[in-house]
């Protein structure tokens, strides 16, 4: 069965760095979502992305955070100077179109543990 | 907007004894909702799904819920738990237009020998 794939699996960065969270959802979905999941916490959605550009995001998704799809396959999570509030597990998801969007599920990768020092 | 309360942090069962983990949600219109297991340092995996079709849904590992539009619940159940359920539960309600979902608290299910 086709998978999310997220690399990578822990990423341990400086604060004030910058660092890519990347993905490669499933290759026939057109719907793809950054989440995370601070530790003890429930999981938050941060943005989703369609058609090459955000449709949606959250009150969380500042002008730290920036997502790209730079050619046919990644899906990227950037996030400029780190904060040590920015330590999360944070997830991508992709979800197909369908005939009926609602009924399409969305399809995880196992996240990316970001540790910020 | 949407949300979900699992009503439940933790549910400790024995092996063999039923599963239960509550959800309520509420929505301004007829919801999409979803059970997701994440088990420890894995990702999140899809076990069903209710999206306006049959109010009894059945998904992996033998588990199913039940959408009781009356109560707004969309409890998870399983008749017998197995060791290799012990997980965390997420119930979870399509959010929007754009699909984005909206997450309950979690249930960590313990399963005793």
């Known amino acids: 069965e086709p998978e999310v794939t997220q690399t990578p699996s822990h990423q341990v960065t400086q604060m004030g760095q910058e660092v890519i969270l990347r993905c490669v959802p499933i290759?026939?979905?057109?719907?793809f979502y950054w989440y995370r999941q601070i530790l003890g916490q429930k999981v938050e959605f941060l943005v989703s992305?369609?058609?090459?550009?955000?449709?949606?995001k959250s009150e969380i998704f500042d002008d730290q955070f920036s997502v790209e799809r730079p050619d046919g396959s990644n899906f990227t999570l950037k996030i400029r100077s780190t904060k040590l509030e920015d330590s999360a597990m944070y997830f991508c998801a992709s979800r197909d179109r369908g005939q009926a969007f609602s009924n399409q599920p969305q399809h995880f990768g196992d996240g990316t543990r970001l540790s910020i020092l | 907007a949407q949300s979900v309360t699992q009503l439940d942090s933790h549910v400790s069962v024995s092996e063999g004894t039923p599963v239960l983990l509550r959800c309520n949600y509420s929505s301004s219109y007829s919801p999409s909702l979803f059970w997701y297991v994440q088990h420890p340092n894995k990702g999140l995996q899809l076990l069903l799904k209710?999206?306006?079709?049959?109010?009894l849904v059945k998904g992996i590992n033998g588990f199913e819920a039940e959408f009781k539009k009356s109560e707004t619940s969309f409890h998870l159940t399983k008749p017998s738990a197995h060791m290799s359920d012990a997980a965390e539960y997420f119930c979870?309600?399509?959010?929007?237009?754009?699909?984005?979902?909206?997450f309950g608290k979690g249930t960590k299910l313990s399963v005793k020998p």
């Open positions: 290759s026939n979905h057109l719907y």
């Open positions: 992305f369609y058609n090459n550009e955000i449709s949606e």
């Open positions: 209710y999206t306006s079709a049959a109010t």
């Open positions: 979870v309600v399509d959010g929007g237009s754009q699909g984005n979902l909206i």
